[in-house]
C-alpha cells in the first residue's frame, strides 16, 4: 500500500524506534477486505505504538490500557479526539474532561434512560419486523441497506424529530463527511450540513418541542445557557452518533455472527 500522499512526522527522540509502526487509521493495510482483521494485527506486535502518519500519535492495542486511558483524565486528556489534531470544534460530550463532562452529558441522558426506551420497545419492534418481513421471502438481504441504515436511524430521526424525507440527504452528507477520500467533497458536505443543522437550530430556539434536538439548542451548563459554538459540538456529535456509528456497530456485529455459527445458535436460543 502506498501512503506517499500522506506527510509523515519525524519521529521525536523520546519515541523508542522498536515502537514506531506504518499505520495509517484511515487506510489500514488490507482493510478494504477485512477492516476488522487489519485491526487486529496491530496485536501482533508491542501493547503500546506510535506512528508517524496524521500528525503523529500513539496508539494502545489493549483493552485495559485503553481503560486506563478513559477513566484517568491527568494525563490522559479527551480535549483532542480528532485525527489528525484539531482545534475547530469540540465535540461535545466527547471531548470534554470531568466535571464539565457531566453536564454536557446530564443534556443528553434523559432521552436515553431505561424507562424511556422501555416506553418504546413496542415501536421500535414493530419496526424491525416490518423491515424484516420485507425481505424475508426472498430469504436474503443486503444487512446495510435493507436493515442497519434504516432499523436504528428511523428511531434516531424520530428522537429528534426530524422528517423521513430529509434522511437521504443527512445520511449522505455524514458518509461524506467521515469517509469521502476527495477533500473537496468532504468540506462540500460539511458545508451543507452545518447548513442544515443551522436553519434546524434556529426553528428549535424559536419554537422548543420536547426533542433532542430541542433539549440541546435551548439547554443550560454549569448555570448558564450554551454558547453557539457548544450547541454546534453537541449537534454534531448527535447526528453522527445517530446516523453513523449505530448503523456501523450493527454491521459489525452481524458479521460476527455470520462468521460465528455458536454465537449466532446462542443468541436464537
Known amino acids: 500500500m502506498s501512503h506517499s500522499a500522506v506527510p509523515l512526522v519525524p519521529v521525536p527522540d523520546h519515541v523508542p524506534p522498536e515502537l514506531v509502526v506504518d ?19 496491530l496485536h501482533d506486535g508491542p501493547d503500546i505504538i506510535w506512528t508517524p502518519y496524521n500528525g503523529g500519535h500513539w496508539i494502545l492495542t489493549r483493552a485495559e490500557d485503553i481503560e486506563f486511558a478513559q477513566r484517568n483524565h491527568d494525563p ?83 428522537l429528534v424529530n426530524l422528517p423521513l424525507t430529509d434522511l437521504d440527504d443527512l445520511l449522505a452528507w455524514t458518509e461524506a463527511s467521515v469517509r469521502a477520500n476527495d477533500p473537496e467533497r468532504r468540506e462540500w458536505s460539511q458545508r451543507m450540513l452545518f447548513g442544515y443543522l443551522e436553519s434546524i437550530i434556529r426553528e428549535r430556539q424559536k419554537e422548543p418541542g420536547t426533542d433532542l434536538i430541542s433539549a440541546i439548542v435551548n439547554g443550560t451548563v454549569f448555570g448558564r445557557p450554551l454558547t453557539e459554538q457548544e450547541i454546534r459540538g453537541m449537534m454534531v456529535n448527535v447526528i453522527f452518533g445517530g446516523l453513523d456509528t449505530v448503523a456501523s456497530t450493527m454491521g459489525f456485529a452481524v458479521l460476527y455472527l455470520a462468521r460465528n455459527a455458536a454465537h449466532r445458535r446462542q443468541l436464537a436460543e
Not at 26 to 34: F, N, R, T
Open 23 to 41: 499505520w495509517d487509521f484511515s487506510k489500514p493495510s488490507g482493510g478494504e477486505a477485512d477492516i476488522v482483521g487489519a485491526w487486529k494485527r
Open 76 to 158: 490522559f486528556s479527551m480535549r483532542e479526539i480528532t485525527l489528525p489534531a484539531s482545534t475547530t470544534m469540540q465535540i461535545l460530550p466527547l471531548s470534554a474532561d470531568p466535571p464539565e463532562h457531566a453536564d454536557y452529558r446530564a443534556l443528553i441522558n434523559r432521552f436515553f434512560a431505561p424507562k424511556v426506551i422501555r416506553d418504546m420497545e413496542g415501536e421500535i419492534r414493530e419496526l424491525a419486523v416490518s423491515l424484516i418481513e420485507s425481505f424475508r421471502e426472498k430469504g436474503r438481504c443486503e444487512f446495510m441497506a435493507d436493515f442497519a441504515m434504516k432499523f436504528p436511524i428511523t428511531i434516531f430521526m424520530r
